[in-house]
């Protein structure tokens, strides 16, 4: 197609019957009659598929056509959810297509858009949970015995994909006007969603670790992605709200870690690939990254005191970073008295007014007190040579 009116005509004319087919279903007065229906259960599924495989493709092109197909089958895709609560398939074949349009539409979406899906997807979850609540255990069901492990959670892998989708506008958003306007905050949706799906989750899950393996490392992706994107926001509160977050993230990593427990996994600070090579942790690209901020970036000084809490623990969690940091800082100075200057004030930050490496609140404000006069030391001449 060589312009968008004619995609959005083609795709409009090539989806409107399997859309119209879905709603006409699910109105039909009789319609939890006839659900089990060998014929019907194979329509939905059917279209289900079909719907599915349109949503795949959502390109820019195709956006909005594709988002009125998933807006007109969202009331009955609910239906549809509590008609079948105990056909697995098309439970699952359900939640497959709501999380491929999520992920292709989230985006491109308008706030008011935005909203009618946030919403949408809030009443899904709660449905769903209100017909599998304690339901979902290895010890209850003799099917789940036998399928394979990677088969056995995939509704909630599904669920938990969507509120990866959902994490995903916080981060690229293209609409023309802020979530706030119609009272939607994605980070709000996203942890109601997580008290929605948490309970699912039971204590036969230990048995299969790539369940929480992936609901771990999703949610630790997408925060740490939220965090170094709100570090370099214009907005002072918000770098003040994602520095407290980091100064959470790396205080309980070091404590866990002084106890003999894994804190954050392994992936959390520096760690040797397959191929023996050391990769930099999650906390050591945060403690890069703050700390060329503090440097090299603008921002208020009201925020350094909070950038100091934050610090203080990266430090003692990536010392080994820290140190190469160091050393490439000393490298760039081309003068000997500005380097001379660099390494003082280094040291200072670090030895200075009896610090220690116990995380209390002497020593939270001990570093403050030694970051300020680091800054006032070395900003000025780092940023102009």
Not at 36 to 43: E, V, Y
Not at 83 to 97: D, G, I
Not at 308 to 326: G, H, K, M, R, T
Request: aromatic share 8%; with cysteine; proline share 2%.
């Amino acid at each position: 197609m060589k312009t968008s009116e004619a995609s959005y005509e083609y795709l409009k004319s090539l989806t409107s019957h399997m859309t119209d087919n879905l709603v006409a279903l699910s109105c039909k007065n009789d319609f939890k009659n006839i659900a089990q229906q060998p014929d019907i259960l194979l329509l939905v599924s059917c279209l289900l598929e079909r719907l599915r495989g349109v949503a795949s493709a959502s390109e820019p092109r195709i956006q909005k056509a594709i988002y009125e197909m998933g807006f007109t089958v969202m009331n009955p895709i609910l239906i549809f959810l509590e008609a079948y609560k105990h056909e697995s398939v098309v439970v699952y074949l359900l939640l497959k297509f709501v999380v491929d349009w999520v992920d292709g539409q989230i985006i491109y979406l308008e706030a008011r858009e935005t909203a009618a899906a946030v919403d949408f997807c809030t009443r899904l979850l709660r449905l769903y949970s209100s017909h599998n609540i304690g339901k979902i255990s290895v010890s209850l069901s003799n099917s789940l015995r036998i399928e394979a492990d990677t088969e056995r959670y995939k509704d909630l892998r599904a669920l938990l994909q969507l509120l990866a989708n959902l994490c995903s506008k916080d981060l690229v958003d293209f609409a023309s006007e802020p979530l706030e306007a119609y009272g939607v905050s994605i980070s709000q949706v996203v942890f109601m969603g997580l008290h929605i799906v948490t309970p699912l989750i039971t204590l036969e899950h230990a048995e299969i670790p790539q369940t929480l393996s992936q609901l771990f490392l999703t949610t630790i992706t997408h925060a740490g992605e939220t965090l170094d994107f709100g570090l370099h926001h214009q907005d002072g509160e918000v770098v003040d709200l994602c520095l407290r977050a980091l100064k959470a993230l790396a205080s309980y990593h070091y404590k866990e870690k002084g106890i003999g427990k894994v804190g954050l996994g392994s992936h959390a600070t520096s760690y040797k690939d397959p191929g023996g090579k050391v990769q930099e942790g999650v906390l050591g690209r945060f403690l890069r990254s703050l700390l060329h901020l503090l440097l090299f970036e603008d921002y208020c000084n009201d925020l350094v005191s909070s950038a100091a809490d934050a610090l203080f623990p990266l430090i003692l969690c990536e010392q080994s970073v820290y140190q190469n940091l160091v050393n490439e800082l000393l490298e760039r100075q081309a003068y000997q008295m500005f380097r001379l200057r660099l390494t003082n004030a280094l040291q200072s930050l670090t030895n200075s007014n009896n610090l220690s490496t116990t995380l209390d609140r002497v020593n939270f404000q001990r570093f403050r007190k030694n970051l300020h006069s680091f800054l006032i030391e070395v900003r000025g001449f780092l940023r102009t040579i």
